[in-house]
């Protein structure tokens, strides 16, 4: 059950209602629709008017002497960063003789590590005979220097194992001379030193021969390497669809469209503060939702929505007879952005009050709604205009229809009628004019019996009831003399009861 003290307690307000949010949104599905459709067809066109350059790829089977079972991956990202350079980049615009500048060409191709030793060229050009040209001379350039790169290094470990050999070969040939220089004796010191030197030859032969090995070695695993970095997958052209690229990029500026659509939605919603739903309404105007409708259905509607439709308009105009007989004084309908549903339930309303007599309806709107729902029915009520009520006399029953949106002669609304009820569009009024609109009505001592929603949410399921009454805009209410009978005793006001109300989910207005 939703109150009115309820509605505005500050406390119990949440300072974001997920809710009444997603009710805006999807309420303005047709912003978001609309960008949807934009991206969609943006992103096909972008396919179409831009096609993408065309492109060659090859493989790279890159060989490390470092090579691990265990590697994540560095030595193959040191190769991609190798191939982005100027040298590379040189060197295959040698080999194509070209005289592009290598910074510009190193733009057109990038490389991907695919595996710890699988690597992805991927190059642009002008035509596909010349992208597969670049790619061929990228990768004949690359293996060329990293095979010269990978020489030089076992040759440089190769020297400098051959050096250390050839130091130890001079310490060796020392110690030769040492111990040919010694003459043989009993003397113990001499013999002792002997042996260190014997000992010391040991080894240097031991250390001449491993690094003799290592060398060798060194030298042994360059073949391998040049044997197996080499080019494992031929340059060719990438073959380029163009229903594929148009479905993709389709898709692509569809969602973006989507997104960028729902957030435009949702921050309007809440920087426009537009409340949708019922209880948020009703806590605002401080009167219950009498009924709901929705609006009128395009010509494509079927037999089924517009009798449907109908049912609806005669249950809110059979509830709405119904309030006016029981109500001693004028009673008017105030509408706030649906100025032409306002038109057609008042002169529904009017063409159920004629048995009972008499009955005009006064036109305080301020456009030619009531004027044009009238052509369409000859034989409908009496229309008559603000003047030519205030200068004929009254005769029967009058219906005062007018307006609450901004520019209203709130002055004038009291002589519409001292009792209304509001014809209100959902998400039309923001909460500051709501809350404009009950006050302005408690100061002219109009009051309101309730609330016709026009165009709610179909999933709406709040209540929009205010069971203990009204509490907003008070300040007129609050004063408002007391009605007397004709004993001259004040007359006990009836308790409100709950109002009909006309299903939400299948109600239009035509």
């Known amino acids: 059950m939703t109150t009115a003290t309820d509605a505005q307690s500050p406390a119990s307000a949440p300072l974001l209602?997920?809710?009444?949010?997603?009710?805006?949104?999807?309420?303005?599905?047709?912003?978001?629709?609309?960008?949807?459709?934009?991206?969609?067809l943006a992103g096909a066109a972008v396919a179409v008017l831009l096609p993408p350059r065309p492109a060659a790829v090859v493989k790279v089977l890159v060989a490390h002497k470092e090579d691990q079972p265990n590697d994540t991956g560095t030595l193959i990202s040191t190769d991609v960063e190798l191939l982005a350079t100027t040298r590379i980049a040189r060197q295959a615009l040698r080999s194509l003789g070209s005289g592009q500048d290598p910074e510009d060409f190193m733009r057109d191709y990038r490389g991907t590590g695919l595996t710890n030793n699988l690597m992805r060229i991927d190059?642009?050009?002008?035509?596909?005979?010349?992208?597969?040209?670049?790619?061929?001379?990228?990768?004949?350039?690359?293996?060329?220097?990293?095979?010269?790169?990978?020489?030089?290094?076992?040759?440089?470990?190769?020297?400098?194992?051959?050096?250390?050999?050839?130091r130890?070969?001079?310490?060796?040939?020392?110690?030769?001379?040492?111990i040919?220089?010694?003459?043989?004796?009993?003397?113990?010191?001499?013999?002792?030193?002997?042996?260190s030197l014997y000992a010391r030859r040991a080894e240097l032969d031991s250390r001449i021969a491993?690094?003799?090995?290592?060398?060798?070695?060194?030298?042994?695993?360059?073949?391998?390497?040049?044997a197996g970095t080499q080019i494992v997958d031929a340059p060719h052209a990438v073959r380029h669809s163009l229903p594929r690229a148009v479905g993709t990029d389709a898709a692509i500026g569809l969602v973006l469209g989507l997104v960028v659509g729902l957030v435009l939605a949702a921050v309007g919603s809440v920087v426009a503060d537009r409340p949708v739903l019922r209880r948020d309404i009703a806590a605002h105007l401080g009167a219950s939702v009498l009924a709901e409708l929705r609006r009128a259905p395009r010509r494509t509607a079927g037999r089924w929505q517009r009798r449907r439709s109908r049912a609806a308009r005669e249950r809110l105009t059979t509830t709405l007879a119904r309030i006016v007989r029981r109500s001693?004084?004028?009673?008017?309908?105030?509408?706030?952005?649906?100025?032409?549903a306002a038109a057609v339930i008042a002169l529904d309303l009017a063409g159920a009050l004629e048995a009972d007599g008499p009955v005009a309806v006064v036109d305080g709107l301020p456009g030619t709604e009531l004027a044009d729902g009238r052509r369409t029915s000859p034989a409908g009520p009496v229309v008559l205009s603000g003047e030519r009520a205030a200068a004929e006399p009254s005769q029967g029953r009058r219906i005062g229809v007018g307006s609450v949106g901004p520019g209203t002669a709130w002055t004038d609304l009291h002589y519409l009628g001292s009792r209304t009820v509001l014809v209100v569009r959902a998400g039309h009024g923001s909460t500051a004019w709501l809350h404009?609109?009950?006050?302005?009505?408690?100061?002219?001592r109009v009051e309101v019996i309730g609330v016709v929603l026009i165009d709610p949410d179909p999933r709406d399921r709040t209540d929009g009831t205010l069971w203990d009454g009204p509490r907003s805009a008070q300040r007129g209410l609050a004063e408002r003399p007391k009605r007397h009978n004709g004993t001259g005793r004040p007359r006990a006001e009836r308790p409100s009861m709950p109002a009909a109300r006309v299903p939400d989910s299948d109600q239009e207005v035509r």
């Open 17 to 40: 209602d997920l809710q009444a949010l997603v009710v805006a949104v999807r309420r303005r599905r047709r912003l978001w629709g609309a960008l949807a459709l934009l991206g969609l």
């Open 123 to 166: 190059v642009t050009g002008d035509s596909d005979a010349e992208a597969v040209a670049r790619a061929k001379a990228l990768a004949d350039a690359f293996v060329a220097d990293h095979v010269r790169r990978m020489r030089e290094s076992a040759d440089a470990e190769a020297e400098s194992l051959l050096d250390q050999r050839d």
């Open 168 to 178: 130890m070969r001079k310490e060796l040939a020392q110690v030769n001379k040492a």
């Open 180 to 195: 040919g220089d010694r003459s043989p004796d009993d003397d113990p010191k001499a013999s002792a030193s002997i042996e």
């Open 210 to 226: 491993e690094f003799d090995q290592r060398a060798a070695e060194a030298r042994t695993g360059t073949p391998e390497v040049v």
């Open 328 to 340: 001693p004084e004028p009673v008017s309908l105030l509408e706030l952005g649906c100025a032409r």
């Open 436 to 444: 404009t609109v009950a006050r302005q009505l408690a100061d002219q």
